[in-house]
C-alpha cells in the first residue's frame, strides 16, 4: 500500500526516490498523483521527508489538483544550466536534477528511479546525473523487487473498490459483445449481418471498443479476440479478417482500464458460437476443471507460485504437455497460472519461472486465475479467466461474476 | 524517413541501435515493425546488418507478422543465464542481451538506445550491459539529436496518408461535437438535456470519446475540453462538473491515433455558444490574424524556429507578453507555435527553446501551427491549431480542413 512506501525505503536503504514521466498510462506517476493530465512531470520523495512534484508551467492546474507540494519547473533557470552544460541537454537536465534533489537536501546515498519513459535519453540522463553527483547512487529494479511493485501489491479498499467497478464494465460489455454476436443470423457455417455480409472479427472487435468508450474506460492495449487457429496461440489477437465460423473455439480476452491509465480488470471466456464440437468441448472441461481446483485451492498468504505447480500438477495428470516440463513448448499449458494486476496490467504478485517469495496472495492482492490450454496444430485453444482479490480479512473474491459456459447459442 | 536510418546511424557513429519495449503505444518500436500487438521485444539493427526482432513464444504469430527476421527469446536459456549472474535478474538481462549483440556480430562500439520503458529498471539493465561489455558504449539521445527522431521527421507518403485519414477522422469527429453540442437547448444561460439537467463538461468529452471510438481510433492522451478560466490554462484539459456556459471561450485540442498507438493527428478550435463577448471576440480576432499569418509565411526548408519568433513578433505588435520575453509568464502567448507530430504526438521538427538548426520543415515534415492568448485572470483563451505536412515537391498542405469560426450559434 502506498503507505508502505516510506518503510519499504528503509528496508531498502533508499534514501529518496525519483518518478518521473507522463502523469497518465504511467503506473508510478499515477499511484503517486492520482492520474492528472501532464505530459511530464517529476516527483522527488526523501525517505524521512515531503514529496515534491515539479511541473510544467502550463500544466499548473492539474499539477496543483494533486494536492502534493508543488514546484514549478521554470523556477530552475534552463538557459542557464544548458549554458552551465555548453549547450548539452542531456547534462543540463542532469543539472536540473541534481538542483532539485539538493533543494530537497538530497545530497548523496541511494535514488530509486521510476516511471515510464524513453529508455536511451533517460539512461543518458541519470548515467549523467551520476556523475554530477557522485555521491549518489542510482538504483534500478526489476519485477517484484521494485519498491513500487512492492508497495502495490496490496491494495487498499478504495483500490479494490475501483478493480471491482472496472470488473462490473467489464463484463457488462462481454456480455453486450454475446448479445450482439447471438443476435446474428447464420449462413453457411458462419455469422452474417443483415445485409447478407460475414460479420469478421475486425467488426466485433470495433463493436467491443464501442461498448468500452459507451462505459467510459479505456482499451489501450487492444482486446484479443481470436477463433480456431488463432485462439491457438495466447497473445495472437485475432484475425480481423476471420470470420465468425461455427463450431470453432473463440478465446475473447478483454483488459481495460480506467480512462486516463488507471486500474485495469482482465477476463477471458472461450466461447463456440453454435455447438462445441466433441474436441473442443472436451478441451473446455479439462481447462474448466482446472479453473475449479484451481480457485478452490486459494488460500491467504500462499506463494503464488504454488498455484502455478498446482496447476501444472492437474494439466499434467489430464494428459497436457506443460511450460514446467519444457519452457520451449507451444502446444498444451504455455504460460503461467495469473498474474497481479492494478495500475500496470502485469504486476506483482507473479506465478510463473520470475516469482520470488515476496509473490504471495497477501491481503490486498489482486490477482488473475487463467489456466488454458493450446492447440494451434488442432486448430483450437481455451482459457477460462477471472480476477480475484485478497480481502483484509483474509478471504479470496471473484471480482466479478459471469457464466463460464463455452457454447453460445444462434439462430440455425 | 526510416530508409535514412542507415545513413544517420554512419552519420552519429552508431555501431548498432536496440529497440526495446511493447510493440504497441511505443513510437520506436511500432516505427521498426509495424505496431503489432507484443507486450515486450527487442529489436537489434546493426549498421552494416539486417534487423532481428525478438519476441516472446505467445507472441510468435505478431512477431511473424512484421515481416522482420525473428528469433524466439527462450532460444537463450534464462535459467542458465540467472545462474550465471548468481540469480540476479538484471544482470541476467544484460547477459542476454551480449548474447543477442554477440550472436548479431556486435562485440563493440556504439550502440544506440530507444523505446519506452519503466526507466528504473531499464536504467540498471543498460548500466550492467556495459559493465559486461566495456567494449561497448550505449548511447542516449536527447529530442532532435535523437536518431529515431531525425528519421521520423521526414515522412514518407504513406505515413503522410495516414496522418491525412487521422485529420479526416478527427475533423469529423468534431463536426459531430459542434452539432451534439448546438443540438442542446438553452435555459438560464447554459446548454440543457432533454430531462432538463445541465449538460456537463464531462458528458461532452464521453461523447467525444464515443464518437472517436466509432470511428475506431484511440485517444490515449485523452481531450481538452475547457471552458472559461480552463481555456485560460493551455493544457487544462477542462473540468468535468464544468457546465456548458453561453459565451464563455471553449477551447477544444483533441489528438487522437490510430488504434495501436499509431500516427496521430492534432486539432484546436475555440467557440463560444451562442454569442461571442467583445472581449472574446477581440481575442480571437487576434489570434486568428497570427494564425493566417503565420500559416501564410510557411516556407520549406525554413528553420521552424523562425515561426515561433514571428509569432512572437506579431502577437507583441498587438500588445500581448509572449514567452520569448519571459519563459515564466502565465498570461499572453505562453508556449510555441507548433510541433512535429507522426507516431509521437509531440516529435521533431520542434519550434521552441529546445529547437536545433534540425528542426526545419523539410519535405516529409508534419507539423502543428497552434498560435493562442491565455488569460485566465480574465477568464478566457483562444488557441487556433490546424496540422500541416511539407509534401515532396516542398508544397504546404493543410492536412484536414474544417471551419475557424468563433460562435457556435444555439437555440434561444
Chains 1, 2 share one sequence.
Not at 146 to 161: F, N, P, Q, R, V
Not at 302 to 320: M, R, S, V, Y
Request: proline fraction near 5%; hydrophobic fraction near 40%.
Amino acid at each position: 500500500m502506498k503507505t508502505d512506501l516510506h518503510p519499504l525505503m528503509r528496508q531498502r536503504s533508499l534514501d529518496a526516490i525519483l518518478v518521473t514521466g507522463p502523469g497518465q498510462h504511467n503506473p508510478a506517476m499515477f499511484y503517486l498523483t492520482g492520474g492528472g493530465h501532464m505530459t511530464h512531470a517529476d516527483l522527488i520523495l526523501p525517505r524521512d521527508g515531503e514529496a515534491v512534484l515539479y511541473y510544467r508551467p502550463m500544466e499548473r492546474d492539474e499539477a496543483a489538483a494533486t494536492g502534493l507540494k508543488t514546484k514549478n519547473i521554470v523556477d530552475f533557470d534552463w538557459k542557464a544550466l544548458l549554458k552551465q552544460a555548453d549547450g548539452d541537454a542531456v547534462l543540463a537536465t542532469a543539472l536540473r536534477y541534481k538542483a532539485m534533489l539538493e533543494a530537497q537536501g538530497i545530497t548523496g546515498g541511494r535514488l530509486g528511479i521510476y516511471g515510464q519513459g524513453e529508455v536511451g535519453e533517460r539512461f543518458a540522463v541519470f548515467s549523467a546525473l551520476q556523475r554530477v553527483m557522485p555521491g549518489l547512487e542510482i538504483v534500478g529494479e526489476s519485477g517484484s523487487d521494485s519498491l513500487m511493485l512492492a508497495a502495490m501489491m496490496t491494495k487498499d479498499e478504495a483500490e479494490i473498490g475501483r478493480i471491482r467497478a472496472m470488473g462490473k464494465i467489464t463484463t457488462a460489455v462481454v456480455g453486450k459483445t454475446a448479445d450482439f454476436l447471438t443476435g446474428h443470423k447464420v449462413r453457411d457455417g458462419v455469422l452474417v449481418k443483415p445485409d447478407g455480409e460475414p460479420l469478421t472479427v475486425g467488426e466485433v472487435k470495433r463493436k467491443i471498443n464501442l461498448f468500452l468508450a459507451e462505459a467510459g474506460v479505456e482499451n489501450p492495449h487492444g482486446t484479443i479476440f481470436a477463433i480456431g487457429r488463432d485462439a491457438g496461440v495466447p497473445h495472437s489477437t485475432g484475425t480481423p479478417a476471420d470470420l465468425l465460423e461455427l463450431g470453432k473455439t473463440i478465446v475473447f480476452d478483454i483488459f481495460p482500464c480506467e480512462a486516463g491509465g488507471g486500474y485495469h480488470y482482465d477476463f477471458t471466456r472461450t466461447w463456440c458460437l453454435g455447438y462445441a464440437p466433441d474436441e473442443a468441448q472436451a478441451l473446455y472441461e479439462d481447462v474448466l476443471a482446472v479453473y475449479r481446483q484451481v480457485v478452490d485451492a486459494l488460500q491467504p498468504n500462499a506463494p503464488f507460485k504454488d498455484f502455478q505447480n498446482l496447476t501444472c500438477d492437474l494439466f499434467e495428470a489430464q494428459g497436457h504437455a506443460t511450460i514446467r516440463q519444457d519452457t520451449g513448448i507451444q502446444e498444451g499449458y504455455v504460460h503461467s497460472v495469473g498474474h497481479g494486476l492494478g495500475l500496470n496490467l502485469h504486476e506483482s504478485p507473479f506465478a510463473g519461472s520470475g516469482a520470488s517469495e515476496q509473490d504471495v496472495l497477501a491481503p490486498g492482492a489482486v490477482f488473475t486465475i487463467e489456466p488454458g490450454l493450446y492447440y494451434p496444430s488442432r486448430g483450437m485453444g481455451c482459457r477460462i479467466e477471472d480476477t480475484f482479490a485478497v480481502l483484509p480479512d483474509g478471504k479470496i473474491e471473484r471480482l466479478a461474476e459471469f457464466p463460464r459456459g463455452l457454447v453460445l447459442p444462434v439462430e440455425g
